[in-house]
């Protein structure tokens, strides 16, 4: 298939810069630690990042035009932590000069790994009923509750943590938003079995664990608006496989060319299209002369097809459809895609589908993919927050009545708790 | 590849077209041509020629038309298609004169295209039978050499806007091979029957050959691949009509569930509704960007033109029906009455969906196209 060429003058010229650069300071025999921060302190590696802060200030465009580059240079791309990519970003909007000093160096240069304490088992969707508790005396604040879905936990330095701090107030006005260092005893932090037998993710108990009263973002009450930052920019999130940041990874102190390859590794494997790779196990079995097979593994192919289409150019160009709408839709099509590539692909191996391991090339990489299916629909927001969005704010339709915005939190019933307690 | 967003003429083209058919072809328009046999204004027909020049818009100049590209014609047919427009433009710009562009016949070209771009003829192509087939393979229709020419005896069936057409290309078989002719609708020997259709805005013939005199196109055997070239670029310029109408239709259903209102609230704040409309919005714009896509590879002959004609043609007739049926279980009663235009969208993506191939049958081509 031909690739369309759409590029911006600005994606243009930010790949020719960068690229430049690369060319003259990539270095493989350099350590990941020394080569991050020559990179850090050229501007490249956070392009987006204002220029008092290790960027360039250049847009979310510019910088995919950066990333093309160090694919293109083959150089080992900056560290991307959830700290990297979410967490300086808040802290450029709501930090702190002390707090932004403080943090966004070891970030830029990789030093630190960091986490997201957002999800709790009884706040999926609606995250701003987090019950998790800090809790502030003289000696700073006192975190106790549960977090869930933290991903990289085990190797965070750091998490940024939503709690609530007054719970007589309507629950989007009780919320603080702090910065919590996760090696400490009263975080533990145990791995979350997922279907696919894969632990991706995490669950983090609290037990009166410690932050510094000089650690919370914005005011006691504010963190929601912080909270709020880190999902907007959660959903253009984009980066290259590199290695991992932060001191427990311990990755820091190798060659940086080992990395490079390490990376470009990862990001070949689980690079096949789910069409492609159903159609051909189908054909290794024999069964693409079945009519009605066929007609299932054409629609597969067509939706894959379509959904790239989509990607590179719906919406675009139509003002009234907003980017982050067509975020939106592009996971939304995600989802369908997931669904059809295990449904079909599930049919295609027959009675081997059955096993644990298919004895076929691709077999199991089939499996793999249709156990872990649910999560394209529910990670990120659900299909249904998807489309409440999408019918909001793309196409204007009003508001479900709401009963929870008014109210003191205490009086709300959360999760799946039988009344408030 | 050139770029898939539009340019500020080709907006300009798009709001032009928009204006002229709110104006000169509104729905309540389009109801009274319906009713009619042809289907067709004829003042609407001469000013879209004369004025905007949209017959000819992507007939090169040196045939008399303005030498655009298939994008800006899929442009024109993405608001035919949202006006629900009745006329003959995809059977006279689209079908016959792409069978005319892709033969090698540059006398045909010289003499037939001029009056086509101008709208002056109406022309169509019948190419399917009683039988109902898509495959022009199938065809039946006898072309015999006569001395100085042909004469076809046989039929054709499901001919688009062939009771109207003042010019009719014919796809007949020789001794050589599948070949295509012309044939003036005064032909002694032809009888065209006018068939009352589903979707009344879609004008469909019969036409009986009886030793009727025919001018061969190109030369005998060179239509299979005539064909394949105008399939291909018919179904995505039906697609492309088919994105305009899924585009109306939608909005109607999106608009209305803003006002109606029941149990004290505006139907689209009912998660029922709004979770369905924003499904159908990804149908729409994904389908949105597969005809922009397959209109530049048009545009371009590219090689994959085949492949992306199928998955075209098969997207959009699922995503216009789909959409059609939901805006009239949207609009609820209302919409199921013939006062409401939701109807008539209705019966034209089903008629748009059956039109040269449905969904199946173009996924079954998309497997066999990309060696499945």
Not at chain 1, 186 to 195: A, S, T, Y
Not at chain 2, 168 to 179: F, H, N, R
Not at chain 2, 180 to 196: N, Q
Not at chain 2, 337 to 348: G, N, P, Q
Request: glycine residues 12%; hydrophobic residues 40%; negative net charge.
């Amino acid at each position: 298939m031909p690739q369309p060429e759409d590029r911006s003058d600005a994606y243009l010229a930010a790949r020719e810069a960068a690229l430049g650069w690369l060319t003259v300071n990539w270095d493989p025999q350099l350590s990941v630690r020394a080569w991050w921060a020559r990179l850090a302190d050229s501007g490249w590696g956070f392009p987006t990042w204002p220029e008092d802060w290790f960027g360039r200030g250049l847009s979310a465009d510019a910088a995919a035009g950066v990333r093309s580059a160090f694919l293109e240079a083959g150089a080992l791309p900056p560290p991307a932590s959830l700290g990297q990519q979410l967490g300086a970003p808040m802290l450029l909007l709501h930090g702190n000069a002390e707090q932004k000093a403080r943090f966004l160096p070891p970030l830029a240069r990789g030093e630190e790994s960091w986490c997201q304490f957002f999800s709790e088992p009884g706040s999926g969707s609606d995250l701003a009923s987090a019950q998790t508790r800090a809790v502030l005396s003289e000696a700073g604040w006192t975190v106790d509750g549960q977090k869930v879905w933290t991903s990289g936990a085990q190797w965070a330095d750091r998490g940024m943590l939503l709690a609530r701090t007054n719970r007589d107030v309507p629950k989007h006005q009780g919320l603080s938003f702090f910065v919590i260092d996760v090696g400490q005893p009263g975080i533990d932090v145990r791995p979350l079995h997922q279907m696919n037998g894969e632990h991706g993710f995490n669950e983090v108990f609290f037990t009166g664990a410690h932050i510094d009263d000089d650690r919370i973002i914005g005011e006691a009450g504010d963190g929601w608006s912080a909270a709020v930052t880190v999902l907007m920019y959660e959903r253009f999130m984009a980066s290259l496989p590199t290695a991992m940041p932060g001191r427990k990874a311990g990755q820091l102190d190798e060659p940086a060319g080992a990395a490079v390859q390490r990376a470009a590794q990862a990001r070949s494997s689980g690079r096949t299209g789910v069409s492609e790779l159903v159609i051909d196990v189908a054909a290794r079995l024999g069964e693409s002369g079945d009519p009605v097979l066929r007609q299932r593994l054409a629609a597969l192919w067509a939706t894959e097809t379509i959904n790239g289409y989509l990607a590179r150019g719906g919406l675009s160009d139509r003002e009234s459809r907003r980017p982050s709408a067509h975020g939106s839709l592009t996971k939304l099509a995600r989802s369908e895609l997931v669904r059809a590539g295990r449904d079909t692909g599930l049919s295609v191996l027959g009675a081997q589908g059955l096993l644990q391991d298919p004895a076929v090339p691709g077999g199991s990489e089939i499996r793999h993919r249709a156990l872990s299916s649910p999560g394209a629909s529910i990670a990120g927001g659900t299909d249904e927050i998807q489309r409440g969005i999408v019918g909001e704010r793309v196409l204007g339709l009003p508001k479900e009545p709401r009963t929870d915005r008014d109210v003191p939190f205490r009086d709300l019933t959360i999760g799946t708790q039988r009344q408030a307690p | 590849m050139t770029t898939l967003g539009a340019t500020a003429e080709q907006e300009e083209l798009r709001d032009s077209v928009r204006r002229f058919l709110a104006d000169r072809a509104p729905l309540t328009r389009v109801r009274e041509l319906m009713e009619t046999e042809d289907g067709t204004d004829k003042g609407v027909w001469e000013q879209a020629g004369s004025q905007l020049g949209l017959q000819g818009i992507a007939i090169p100049e040196e045939y008399g038309g303005a030498g655009f590209t298939f994008a800006e014609q899929a442009i024109v047919l993405e608001e035919l298609g949202a006006a629900l427009y009745g006329g003959p433009f995809l059977a006279s710009a689209v079908l016959a004169a792409t069978a005319l562009l892709a033969s090698s016949d540059e006398a045909a070209r010289r003499d037939l295209l001029p009056a086509i771009a101008s709208g002056e003829t109406i022309a169509t192509l019948a190419f399917t039978e009683d039988n109902g087939s898509w495959d022009p393979s199938t065809t039946r229709l006898f072309a015999a050499k006569t001395g100085d020419g042909w004469r076809l005896d046989g039929h054709k069936s499901f001919v688009l806007d062939g009771g109207s057409a003042g010019l009719i290309l014919v796809l007949g078989v020789a001794d050589g091979g599948l070949s295509l002719f012309a044939v003036g609708a005064g032909s002694a020997g032809l009888t065209r029957t006018v068939l009352p259709t589903l979707d009344q805005t879609r004008k469909l013939a019969r036409l009986e050959f009886d030793g009727v005199t025919a001018r061969l196109i190109g030369s005998v055997g060179d239509a299979a691949a005539i064909m394949d070239r105008v399939l291909d670029t018919a179904a995505i310029a039906l697609a492309a009509e088919q994105l305009g109408g899924a585009q109306r239709a939608f909005d109607m259903a999106v608009e209305y569930s803003k006002v109606r209102h029941q149990f004290g609230r505006p139907i689209g704040s009912f998660q029922a509704l709004k979770h369905r409309m924003a499904d159908m919005l990804l149908e729409v714009e994904s389908l949105r960007s597969a005809v922009n896509y397959a209109a530049a590879a048009v545009a371009e002959g590219a090689e994959e033109v085949p492949i992306i004609a199928s998955l075209v043609k098969a997207y959009a007739s699922e995503t216009f029906f789909h959409v059609a049926a939901e805006n009239i279980q949207i609009h609820g009663g209302i919409g199921f009455t013939w006062e409401h235009d939701a109807h008539l969208y209705f019966k034209r993506a089903k008629s748009s969906e059956l039109f040269l191939g449905d969904a199946t049958y173009h996924r079954e081509r998309l497997a066999s196209r990309i060696e499945l």
